[in-house]
């Protein structure tokens, strides 16, 4: 399609299943590109171009299209996806994939802070590294980093899985509810009530079905488990020292 | 919020234009800070004995040229080039003696820089109207800084606008904000340092001149921000040679770098980095919390 074409959604102007909608954020505004893919009968396939940077591209999809990403992006990509496969080719900047709900969401390059943050559902793979505070407060999204995160990663973590592939920066897993994290490499200080767990068959198990999904290579043996001590669910004065 | 860029060519067609670089980038980042704008740019080095000061006076129609005549009497010194509110001149003597001259013949006029290299201008105002009235993509330099600002600890005035300076040839922009600047403004002022703010960016610039001036290195006194400063932060220092960058220890203020074969950029967002030729291919990272970034001209050479 050409530039400033996006379709509205309405009769006639959907992409049909199997056709890759073309859309150039070089001619496009990048507002035109979002309210198209919001459209109750968005379908198929889409690929965006020339992001250079821009904030909130491909944000807020409910449906079940697939969106690549040739380049880098900004702030919150991706952010609030549901049941949509987006896939940035590039790096991505802060707040990528913000409270997903479902559907995957995968950065080839390294991404920003706070990937993945409050994200309820849904998949989200770092080919690269992921900065510091990934997974922040995450509430049942699964997230598999192949590189290293940053510090206090799963900061408050609620639900759902991190992995992380390579090291881990401080404060991992500060005040953690009840994620589980997975760490191959190094991990450079825990956060407070987060400890290393013993690795079970059903954690073995999960673990590597994840690893399979973001087709790593790697064996669940590989890694620890991290989790909450489940010091901190009631206040005790004698704890008041670890908040 | 803020928004902060740094531009250090490696090549002469990046020189060449670098004002319009630097400038492509700040319009980047003007929803960062919309409400004041400034540069620190190196360029035009002067003669050994020499030095180059930037003044600026808040009245329109000042008369630079009076000022010229008067510095070239005293010591000898070229024309004096107009830049809006600012005006370079370059002067036969020693910067520190131009600067103490300066200060006491015309305590009207604000020495924004002094140095062999630099010169710095600011103002308040949407960075697109500063880069139209400073002609700044006319100016072509070694490397330079931007800021724009969305005030948070001062007025929007020209004096609360970044760079600050922080010695000769040396600038401080910041994103962030500082929460112990009260208390260390009063300790500075007692160790002799000046100040013209309430602004708490300026007490950084301040506490790295101290520094400086007490023996530490540049990087020296990056590190010893660490320790002493209390708040969120990630400055980009401006050096006769290079520059350099810190993010706080949490790393609560954006940065990303990138590096290609005709340059070295840093930026709050990626977006300011999208307007350099090649952004595409360069080597992209982000920097570290608490560590020490620099670049210096004999590094690359």
Known sequence: MTAGQV???????????????????????LRELNQALHAPDVAGSWRVTNPRGAHAVAVG????????IEG?????????NKQAAVRVHGNAGVGLAENIMSGTVVVDGNTSQSAGATGRGGLLIVNGDASARCGISMKGVDIVVRGSVGHMSAFMAQKGRLVVCGDAGDALGDSIYEARLYVRGEVAGLGADCVEKEMREEHVAELGELLERAETGLEASEFRRFGSARRLYNFDIDHAGEY | MCGIAGLFSKSPEVSESLGRHLGDMLLQLGDRGPDSAGVAIYRNPAPSG?????????????????VQVALAEAFGAGDAEVRASHSVVMVDTEADSAVAWLRERYPELR????????????????????????????LSGSHALGHT??????KVTTDGSHPFSTGLDLCLVHNGSLSNHNRLRERLRAEGIEFQTENDSEVAAGYLTWRMREGASLEQALEGCLEDLDGFYTFAVGTVDGFAVLRDPIACKP????????WVAMASEYRAIATLPGADEARMWEPEPGQVYSWERAAVA
């Open chain 1, 61 to 68: 999809i409910d449906a079940p299209v697939e969106v690549d």
């Open chain 1, 72 to 80: 880098h992006v900004g702030y919150y990509c991706a952010g609030m």
């Open chain 2, 149 to 154: 600002r969305m005030a948070t600890e001062s």
């Open chain 1, 7 to 29: 379709p509205s959604g309405g009769p006639g102007g959907a992409s049909p299943p199997g056709r890759i909608t073309e859309v150039d954020l070089a001619t496009t505004p």
């Open chain 2, 50 to 66: 020499s030095c180059k000061v930037t003044l600026h006076s808040p009245t329109p129609g000042y008369d630079w040229n009076g």
């Open chain 2, 255 to 262: 940065a990303v770098m990138a590096e290609t074969e005709g």
């Open chain 2, 111 to 138: 020495v924004m820089s002094a140095g062999e290299a630099i010169e710095i201008y600011k103002e308040a105002g949407h960075p697109a109207d500063f880069l139209e009235r400073f002609s700044f993509s006319e």
